[in-house]
């Protein structure tokens, strides 16, 4: 929610030979590739995601190795900005390296080495991580005037990556209990039950040691934030209750929806769905198949959520150029005016690659076309050194030089989740997530598979 009230940089500098100057090279750096005619879909889906990984590899910050904001200097703030919900995107996106080879598993431990130690002496607050660090220092860097302090969900999914390295760096080695035991440690110390606010039953996305609950900015429903609501049933020793997520995130005035378009039913949500970050963000490790709970069936709100979408774009209201079957997703990126949450209801002609490419699991007939289309019959505009640019405006000639750590990464792990479920295996065998679920009433066909 805070991405679609927030624009980021209204000013942007692009640098392009910035992210060759300052990439990180202490590990063996992967080489980039250009158009490879006849690919099968197999290996273009290879391609893809080995290339968009470069982002959060060559391009990771060279002290934390954690994900850079961007590829482009933004603003005032240079080049120490890193991300902590992407760098939870780009500690997946290792480990999908380290499974399919594009790096050593000792390089990956090496580099989740440098994230862990990092995170343990950064800056947090009640145990929960800001919006953005400074990549050398570990100090915070505001998102805002008065967002000083913690991120309860940039820290989500942080931490939706940190388990999965957890159950994925299972080997006992010096190393690999190192890892464990650094991201036991820092997601044990996450106070959940700090963030609603003196015991209210919301949780409330800042707090400041400066300015208090000064953003008051309570987390409701339905939108990227489920993951933040499952995993603070989760914790151990500062969980929330499950009055919290019911009498909170369930309550809002855009939780429930219940109508259809485009000949689909939407079960929650913000009609025609909202941007399609929605259906991705808190799905990285929370497996959607067969996840139910009393107010929806996820799969059912996703796939129909990107069908919707879909549709909305081949029907294309508006006649913007280049929308179609093989060009289509709205989500939240830069635009030609700044960035913005791009969706039906907000739609200014831009098209983001990630939206489409993301939502494999859930259309992977039209995220084909879409990725064959990118790839092939755009390449020469939009394909470049980490993967797809973050969007593109046919209809306003605009096509971006930046990379978003955001967006990049749901690409490396969307993918591969539905080529090999990999992530959603990882995150939902942890016992905590198990029992968080349950708290909260949700069932899953994937507690039989772990």
Request: include cysteine.
């Amino acid at each position: 929610m805070k991405r679609i009230f927030i624009i980021l940089f209204l000013s942007i500098i692009t640098t392009w030979s910035f992210a060759q100057k300052t990439a990180a090279t202490s590990e063996t750096p992967i080489a980039p590739v250009g158009i490879i005619k006849g690919l099968t879909d197999s290996a273009l889906l290879d391609v893809v995601q080995r290339q968009t990984f470069r982002y959060f590899w060559d391009f990771g910050h060279p002290v934390s190795g954690l994900a850079r904001e961007r590829s482009n200097v933004a603003y005032d703030y240079g080049s120490e900005v890193v991300t902590i919900g992407g760098s939870g995107f780009g500690v997946m996106s290792i480990i999908v390296a380290d499974h399919r080879k594009w790096i050593s598993h000792e390089q990956a431990v090496d580099r989740m080495l440098k994230i862990v130690n990092f995170l343990y002496k950064a800056d947090a607050f009640h145990g929960v991580f800001p919006h953005w660090l400074n990549g050398t220092t570990g100090k915070i860097i505001p998102f805002g005037r008065k967002d000083d302090g913690g991120d309860l969900v940039e820290t989500s999914y942080l931490f939706q990556g940190l388990l999965c390295a957890r159950q994925y760096f299972n080997a006992d080695t010096r190393e690999e209990n190192e890892i464990r035991s650094r991201i036991n440690a820092m997601w044990n110390d996450v106070e959940w039950s700090w963030y609603t606010r003196e015991g209210r039953d919301n949780l409330y996305w800042h707090w400041s040691p400066n300015n208090g609950w000064a953003m008051n900015f309570p987390i409701r429903g339905f939108n990227e934030c489920l993951i933040t609501y499952v995993l603070a049933a989760c914790g151990e020793r500062y969980p929330v209750a499950a009055n919290v997520y019911h009498g909170g995130w369930a309550q809002s005035d855009f939780f429930k929806n219940g109508k259809t378009f485009y000949g689909f039913k939407l079960p929650l949500g913000f009609d025609y769905g909202g941007p399609l970050f929605y259906s991705q963000y808190s799905f990285l490790g929370l497996d959607p198949h067969g996840l139910k709970d009393r107010y929806a069936d996820y799969w059912e709100q996703n796939l129909n959520h990107t069908l919707i979408n879909h549709a909305y774009c081949v029907d294309n209201p508006k006649h913007y150029k280049g929308y179609g079957p093989d060009c289509w997703g709205l989500t939240a990126s830069d635009n030609y005016e700044g960035y913005s949450a791009h969706e039906p209801r907000n739609d200014l002609g831009v098209i983001t690659p990630t939206g489409a490419i993301s939502a494999f699991p859930y259309t992977p007939e039209y995220s084909m076309k879409a990725l064959r289309h990118y790839y092939y019959d755009m390449g020469d505009k939009i394909w470049g050194q980490y993967g797809f640019v973050d969007a593109f405006s046919e209809s306003h000639n605009w096509y971006a030089k930046s990379y978003l750590a955001i967006d990049e990464g749901p690409i490396v792990v969307m993918i591969e989740n539905y080529r090999s479920g990999l992530l959603w295996k990882l995150f939902m065998s942890c016992p905590e997530v198990q029992h968080g679920l349950k708290k909260l009433d949700f069932t899953s066909t994937a507690f039989a598979k772990n």
